[in-house]
């Protein structure tokens, strides 16, 4: 169930995804006419990594003698990048708990067999809810641009071309991270959390849960809500015509754990647009997803100040963004009074 539950209410897959990169927030004009020629694809190829590789150092919050170890994460990473993990696993195999990354769930008290059943409706609510095809319902000048983009990383399917911008805005998206060598699958929390279990170290979920009473009603009235998503439309395909190269190059980054590279390469990442298309629409005002961010934000720091009054040792996993953001996670911890220490 690719798409399960993104159409149901807020597309959890942007709202989580806001958690991975901080966004400028400011709208992108597409700068092209009816008639304008759309951008050349600037894509340099740099080779992605592959092989065994250390990822980065760690960072240290400390206090009266406890320590929180945070992983900043990335996406994308090198697809064939295989994880050296060994530092980060003697960490966890001393931690008290692991403390995940902040998370948003929508919960509905439904079985295996009804979910199953609302598959058909999940997949329909990607189309345009008047059935208008991509090209009538995006300015112009952001077709021509998308149009190019599509051939070279989708090819002919045109099923996408009936689907809303911001789910075709992602398919691209996806498409391109692919053929750039680069993956988005989480391949390290999987891998701390096998960790954990290795060692027997317990989990401490940050989730946000939104519980939604009548889920068919909901995917009903997602199919027949417009959303406002022309700007996170413009944005991907503005991430993808400029920023493919950086991608690399943060990837690459990464897994080598060069650490000033990588923070010398900042990301202007698309989902904050993504996600105001969602939470400003009354379906997700009325379920109440309108404010994740600050909710989400408290209850990891709840959650770390309790990791670090309590055990002398944790690890936690967070978005490069929050770790590293003048406002991020680190900072707020920096603020209240915690010693926050760089690799």
């Not at 979910?115 to 059935?131: F, Y």
């Amino acid at each position: 169930m690719r798409y399960a539950w993104l159409a149901g209410a807020a597309l959890w897959l942007f709202v989580s995804s806001a958690l991975v990169a901080q966004d400028t927030g400011q709208p992108v004009d597409d700068g092209l006419g009816p008639g304008s020629a759309a951008p050349a694809i600037v894509d340099h190829e740099t080779v992605v990594v592959s092989g065994a590789l250390p990822g980065p150092g760690l960072w240290k919050v400390r206090k009266d003698g406890h320590t929180l170890y945070v992983l900043a994460t990335l996406s994308p990473l090198p697809r064939r990048m295989e994880w050296e993990s060994a530092g980060v696993e003697s960490v966890v195999a001393r931690a008290q708990r692991v403390l995940l990354p902040p998370s948003f769930t929508l919960d509905a008290d439904v079985g295996v067999f009804r979910s199953l059943m609302l598959v058909p409706s999940l997949l329909k609510a990607r189309r345009n809810p008047d059935g208008r095809r991509l090209q009538e319902v995006v300015p112009a000048g952001l077709y021509a641009r998308w149009a190019p983009l599509k051939q070279r990383y989708i090819g002919r399917d045109g099923g996408v071309e009936r689907w809303r911008p911001i789910f075709a805005a992602q398919e691209l998206y996806e498409a391109a991270m692919r053929r750039s060598g680069l993956t988005l699958d989480h391949v390290v929390d999987k891998e701390v959390r096998r960790m954990a279990k290795r060692h027997d170290v317990p989990l401490r979920g940050v989730n946000f849960k939104l519980h939604v009473e009548d889920p068919k009603s909901a995917i009903r009235e997602f199919q027949d809500t417009a959303l406002a998503d022309t700007d996170c439309f413009a944005r991907t395909l503005a991430r993808i015509e400029t920023d493919l190269e950086a991608m690399r190059r943060r990837a690459n980054a990464w897994a080598t754990g060069d650490t000033a590279s990588l923070l010398a390469l900042p990301v202007d990442s698309q989902y904050g647009a993504c996600i105001e298309a969602v939470t400003g629409s009354a379906l997700a005002r009325r379920l109440g997803v309108t404010d994740l961010g600050p909710r989400l934000e408290t209850m990891w720091l709840d959650a770390a100040e309790e990791a670090l009054a309590r055990d002398a040792v944790s690890l936690a996993m967070l978005p490069l963004a929050m770790v590293t953001s003048p406002k991020g996670y680190l900072a707020r911890l920096k603020e209240r009074g915690y010693e926050v220490e760089a690799p």
